[in-house]
């Protein structure tokens, strides 16, 4: 009987769901006992919780709690780590307010402590006899010291599922975080100036008017638009976008407005244009100043009376869109030179949106270096990489003409390219070193002494905006103009880079570089 009760109990451990475990362990314990009552109590900082009740009247006892510093058999149990007999009339242990709630009443009380491997105390399993006159609980001391086995085993079952379990939504809301982290482009800033751009998208959010977004490139128009769709009422619909400098002005009118087949040559099914799919949602129109004269009269048309015309169609269509424009360029300046409509600038810029470039909001660099650097860290699978303060303020002082963009391409430049574990100062490509004295490069074959490590000014000729071009492209351009500069010495280029030349020789290699 006892080999054929612990294979029972072993088999539980099987099971990895908590909520059928720990009902199949407490029907095996009723069903060797012969009782109809059952329950299992956890202790929970100041309170013990019933987790899970079987037999009669078990819908009153689930779910209840008891504080524990108030007396209750389960209570005793779990504070001194061993099993009891208790009679709900007479022992002054019973929670007798659950008790009075109760039709049938429990004559008796067997109650056993839950253990964990390390026989920590977590919980208790009470078995209940409700027979009022003859009990028939099995209370021969052996038989006891055996259905206590039977609950170890029972109860480190419980534990690891319960463990197990938890680590599982634990995973799946890391997973959740780690999938929002890497795929999410997020506005991030903590400067003055940055912080009015964010009360104007909040405010801008809360009305359905143009919004007309200026500012250099790379400083996050798209994301600002986004933001404002976001907090909008509009959330739940589409957020469409179309680079208007992108494509030639045919194919944009259908990208936009949509065609009918046979419209024009290639058009051989009719189409749904970006105003008509993002009815009831936002439109985003990037590059606004590029887009052509002729083009822009038929925007002025959707802004003013919410219609299209896709090409070929001879009726018109309604919609409802919010319209969002961006532009790099003066447009009051285009407006003047006849560039772009004056009525459609007046149309689209109801409520402008300036953007400051990165260099006006130095506060924010750190905050979003470090940003990107977790990010990219995050989708490469890769650590991210601290960096030294003196970095740091190098990066600070830069120019930033890319902006963000070539903050974010510099992030993911050196978390690829840096072989340590933190970022220094010499891991910075040699125009990020504004905090230095740059000094003149010495001919080769000049006389003099060889310049100072990492004193070598960009020939202003060469340089191209970082936030125009990718890490490796960037690599290369540095490491040949380093070689060509002295002569293809790769000591001399190496400790001008402040790096060992071991190290810059495997850049070499790594890049398919040679002396010549």
């Given at each position: 009987m006892r080999h054929s009760d612990i294979s029972l109990f072993k088999s539980l451990s099987e099971?990895?769901?908590?909520?059928?475990?720990q009902r199949k362990f407490l029907l095996s314990l009723l069903e060797l006992q012969g009782v109809g009552r059952g329950s299992i109590w956890i202790k929970r900082e100041d309170k013990i919780l019933c987790i899970e009740a079987v037999g009669v009247e078990s819908e009153n006892v689930k779910n209840v709690e008891i504080d524990a510093g108030r007396p209750s058999v389960v209570g005793w149990v779990i504070e001194h780590g061993k099993m009891t007999i208790a009679e709900p009339k007479a022992d002054k242990r019973h929670y007798r307010e659950l008790e009075e709630k109760l039709a049938i009443k429990g004559s008796l009380i067997l109650c056993l402590p839950l253990f964990l491997r390390d026989q920590t105390v977590y919980g208790a399993v009470q078995i209940i006899d409700t027979f009022p006159e003859t009990s028939r609980l099995n209370l021969d001391q052996?038989?006891?010291?055996?259905?206590?086995?039977?609950?170890?085993?029972?109860?480190?079952?419980?534990?690891?599922?319960?463990?197990?379990?938890?680590?599982?939504?634990?995973?799946?809301?890391?997973?959740?975080?780690?999938?929002?982290?890497?795929?999410?482009?997020?506005?991030?800033?903590?400067?003055?100036?940055?912080?009015?751009?964010?009360?104007?998208?909040?405010?801008?959010?809360?009305?359905?008017?143009?919004?007309?977004?200026?500012?250099?490139?790379?400083?996050?128009?798209?994301?600002?638009?986004?933001?404002?769709?976001?907090?909008?009422?509009?959330?739940?619909?589409?957020?469409?976008?179309?680079?208007?400098?992108?494509?030639?002005?045919?194919?944009?009118?259908?990208?936009?407005?949509?065609?009918?087949?046979?419209?024009?040559?290639?058009?051989?099914?009719?189409?749904?244009?970006?105003?008509?799919?993002?009815?009831?949602?936002?439109?985003?129109?990037?590059?606004?100043?590029?887009?052509?004269?002729?083009?822009?009269?038929?925007?002025?048309?959707?802004?003013?009376?919410?219609?299209?015309?896709?090409?070929?169609?001879?009726?018109?269509?309604?919609?409802?869109?919010?319209?969002?424009?961006?532009?790099?360029?003066?447009?009051?300046?285009?407006?003047?030179?006849?560039?772009?409509?004056?009525?459609?600038f007046f149309r689209l810029s109801v409520l402008p949106l300036q953007l400051p470039p990165l260099r006006d909001r130095k506060e924010d660099i750190p905050l979003l270096f470090r940003h990107f650097m977790k990010r990219e860290s995050l989708r490469m699978g890769l650590p991210?990489?601290?960096?030294?303060?003196?970095?740091?303020?190098?990066?600070?002082?830069?120019?930033?003409?890319?902006?963000?963009?070539?903050?974010?391409?510099?992030?993911?430049y050196l978390l690829v390219v840096v072989d340590s574990d933190i970022i220094e100062p010499q891991d910075l490509p040699f125009f990020y070193d504004l905090g230095r004295v740059m000094a003149p490069v010495s001919p080769p074959g000049a006389g003099g002494p060889p310049a100072a490590v990492g004193a070598i000014a960009p020939d202003p000729g060469r340089y191209l905006a970082f936030g125009e071009r990718t890490w490796e492209q960037v690599e290369k351009a540095y490491v040949r103009y380093l070689l060509e500069h002295y002569d293809g010495n790769v000591t001399r280029a190496a400790k001008a880079a402040a790096i060992n030349r071991s190290t810059f020789a495997s850049r070499m290699r790594k890049l398919n570089i040679t002396k010549a």
């Open positions: 099971e990895l769901d908590p909520k059928v475990l052996e038989y006891l010291d055996h259905i206590q086995d039977l609950v170890n085993i029972g109860s480190t079952s419980l534990a690891n599922a319960i463990y197990y379990n938890n680590s599982l939504k634990e995973a799946d809301a890391l997973r959740q975080t780690l999938n929002i982290i890497r795929s999410e482009q997020v506005v991030l800033g903590q400067s003055p100036v940055f912080l009015k751009v964010l009360e104007r998208i909040r405010t801008y959010a809360v009305t359905d008017y143009p919004v007309l977004i200026t500012g250099e490139s790379g400083t996050g128009k798209e994301l600002a638009a986004n933001r404002i769709h976001e907090l909008s009422n509009r959330r739940d619909k589409p957020f469409l976008v179309q680079n208007c400098s992108a494509i030639p002005e045919n194919l944009l009118e259908s990208e936009l407005f949509g065609h009918r087949k046979g419209a024009f040559s290639g058009a051989i099914e009719n189409k749904i244009g970006l105003f008509e799919a993002a009815d009831g949602g936002t439109v985003f129109l990037d590059e606004i100043g590029d887009m052509p004269l002729s083009l822009q009269a038929r925007i002025l048309r959707v802004i003013q009376n919410s219609e299209i015309k896709p090409v070929g169609q001879t009726r018109v269509k309604k919609v409802d869109i919010r319209i969002i424009s961006a532009t790099n360029i003066n447009i009051q300046e285009a407006v003047n030179t006849g560039g772009f409509r004056q009525d459609l991210a990489k601290p960096t030294m303060p003196e970095a740091m303020r190098m990066l600070i002082d830069y120019a930033w003409d890319g902006n963000i963009r070539e903050l974010e391409n510099i992030a993911r």
